[in-house]
């Protein structure tokens, strides 16, 4: 299913509570090996796209994450334009 209104990536703050979602996210990952870890990440991003479903939205989210994977941030996403270390 698309949402029409969604054209373009929000690069905003638009979590309302970003630092509980990096703790559950962090959580999903215990006890799992580096290799399961990296699995439950790609299916993660999977699911998120056809979440999306829009290819132009999902092109700039690509675009934006391979820009800024290797910027310095306290965590890789606060590279991102708007977006501090609390609100990823």
């Known amino acids: 299913m698309n949402y029409p209104d969604i054209k373009r990536l929000i690069r905003s703050p638009n979590m309302a509570d970003p630092d509980a979602f990096y703790e559950a996210l962090i959580h999903t990952q215990r006890d799992l090996n580096d290799e399961q870890a990296d699995a439950l990440l790609a299916r993660l991003v999977l699911v998120l796209a056809n979440h999306i479903g ?5 092109g700039e989210a690509l675009a934006l994450a391979r820009e800024t994977a290797f910027l310095p941030s306290a965590r890789g996403a606060a590279a991102l334009p708007g977006t501090t270390p609390s609100n990823l």
């Not at 829009?54 to 999902?58: G, K, M, R």
């Open 54 to 58: 829009d290819a132009a939205v999902l």
